[in-house]
């Protein structure tokens, strides 16, 4: 089958969907032992620090994997590498399932995390062998809201599923789900264009100096890592933000289920009209300016109703930037050069939560609420808006 015409071959979708099912599997995984954390530090006696753990050896493993994730789909294709990260994923989420002590919950965790850049990294490559120019952050876009929709049953599903069947039978309904997402991509997770790469890359290390080599690319990897950064650091701290203000865990909850919901559908909805438009860079700028001024009255308001909007149009407009980094690594750096690119940019965001989630707290030290921290997101926003608008260039280049 020709490229062109693959491109209108209907499975593409089925293949997009497979994609979106392990995507939201990591992320389900990742987050649905965050709602848990009192629960947890009860059931194991264990310290509050120990139990940030199972979260945090999330982004840190990301850091550390992300760049071999990215050599692997350029040369072994992203079909081998996102089943490698979905089988990792599931047979450590089996190991959760055992009442084995705190450490075995842990190992399971770590081992979850391992699977999720080899799962995640995939994405751009899948969409440019799939999918036309014109359709590719349309495509990304849904991929990225299979992994706001994972979050958001991580996070929703959980307290309810432990509060009835206990704690053991919840791991093992995600264990189960996590299995049948896996032999779904397995199934219909197909690879269009089966060349390996082996003979258009070089070393690793070459391609990175390559792909570093590029300016526009490297600008991209600082937005990225401001951006990223704020989010995980905002997604991280939202409870402790907003109780001074006199709001509960529970609306602090709903606060952040309507930033997902809000991802979710943004994220199909603006990089769709990028892709008609033809253009990333002022999508981007769009989602950097409507987060830079909803943050302040996000973290800082006390009325419920107005947070509840704000908190859905933070997520409209913020989160399909993510979409909109990948489509715009992948046009940068080309396509047979995708898997590394994304590995580089999905680095650089983690690395960019790391960094937030470490400081936000630490600039807080002197203070009983959370404003010098919100004043950092701001701050950080600010460079990112002022980054994309007058330093990075479009990467939309026409046929």
């Known amino acids: 089958m020709s490229k062109e015409n693959s491109f209108n071959n209907p499975f593409r979708w089925a293949v997009l969907m497979a994609y979106f099912g392990v995507a939201a599997m990591s992320q389900m995984l990742w987050l649905n032992l965050a709602p848990l954390v009192s629960f947890i530090q009860l059931k194991y006696n264990v310290s509050e620090l120990m139990v940030s753990s199972l979260m945090l050896s999330f982004p840190l493993l990301y850091v550390a994997l992300s760049l071999h994730t990215g050599r692997l789909i350029d040369t072994k294709g992203y079909r081998f590498v996102i089943i490698l990260g979905s089988v990792i994923s599931s047979v450590f989420a089996c190991v959760r399932i055992f009442d084995g002590g705190f450490y075995l919950l842990l190992i399971g965790q770590t081992g979850i995390a391992i699977g999720q850049p080899y799962i995640i990294n995939g994405i751009s490559k899948l969409v440019s062998d799939w999918f036309a120019k014109e359709q590719t952050a349309m495509a990304t876009g849904v991929g990225t809201a299979g992994m706001l929709i994972g979050m958001a049953l991580g996070m929703g599903l959980t307290p309810a599923l432990n509060a009835s069947i206990g704690f053991n039978k919840t791991m093992l309904v995600f264990a189960i789900i996590s299995i049948l997402l896996t032999m779904f991509f397995i199934l219909?997770?197909?690879?269009?264009?089966?060349?390996?790469?082996?003979?258009?890359?070089?070393?690793?290390?070459?391609?990175?100096?390559?792909?570093?080599?590029?300016?526009?690319?490297?600008?991209?990897?600082?937005?990225?890592?401001?951006?990223?950064?704020?989010?995980?650091?905002?997604?991280?701290?939202?409870?402790?933000?907003?109780?001074?203000?006199?709001?509960?865990?529970?609306?602090?909850?709903?606060?952040?289920?309507?930033?997902?919901?809000?991802?979710?559908?943004?994220?199909?909805?603006?990089?769709?009209?990028?892709?008609?438009?033809?253009?990333?860079?002022?999508?981007?700028?769009?989602?950097?300016?409507?987060?830079?001024?909803?943050?302040?009255?996000?973290?800082?308001?006390?009325?419920?109703?107005?947070?509840?909007?704000?908190?859905?149009?933070?997520?409209?407009?913020?989160?399909?930037?993510?979409?909109?980094?990948?489509?715009?690594?992948?046009?940068?750096?080309?396509?047979?050069?995708?898997?590394?690119?994304?590995?580089?940019?999905?680095?650089?965001?983690?690395?960019?939560?790391?960094?937030?989630?470490?400081?936000?707290?630490?600039?807080?030290?002197s203070t009983s609420n959370w404003l010098n921290a919100v004043y950092l997101m701001v701050g950080l926003m600010l460079v990112t808006l002022l980054t994309v608008v007058f330093v990075l260039k479009e990467t939309f280049v026409g046929d």
Do not use: H
């Not at 830079?292 to 009325?303: K, Q, R, W």
């Not at 509840?308 to 992948?330: K, N, Q, R, T, V």
């Open 188 to 365: 219909f997770g197909k690879q269009n264009n089966i060349e390996k790469g082996k003979e258009m890359v070089m070393n690793t290390m070459n391609e990175i100096r390559f792909l570093m080599k590029n300016r526009n690319l490297n600008i991209l990897f600082i937005v990225a890592f401001l951006a990223l950064g704020v989010f995980n650091g905002l997604t991280t701290w939202l409870e402790p933000i907003l109780k001074p203000n006199g709001i509960g865990a529970e609306d602090t909850g709903l606060v952040g289920a309507l930033l997902i919901i809000g991802g979710i559908i943004g994220s199909v909805v603006i990089p769709t009209i990028s892709d008609k438009l033809k253009v990333r860079k002022p999508f981007l700028a769009l989602c950097c300016f409507t987060a830079l001024i909803i943050l302040y009255p996000l973290c800082t308001l006390s009325a419920l109703v107005p947070l509840y909007i704000l908190g859905g149009l933070m997520g409209f407009f913020f989160l399909p930037g993510y979409a909109l980094l990948l489509s715009m690594s992948e046009e940068i750096a080309g396509k047979e050069k995708a898997g590394m690119a994304t590995g580089i940019l999905m680095l650089a965001g983690n690395a960019g939560g790391v960094v937030v989630i470490l400081l936000m707290p630490l600039v807080n030290s």
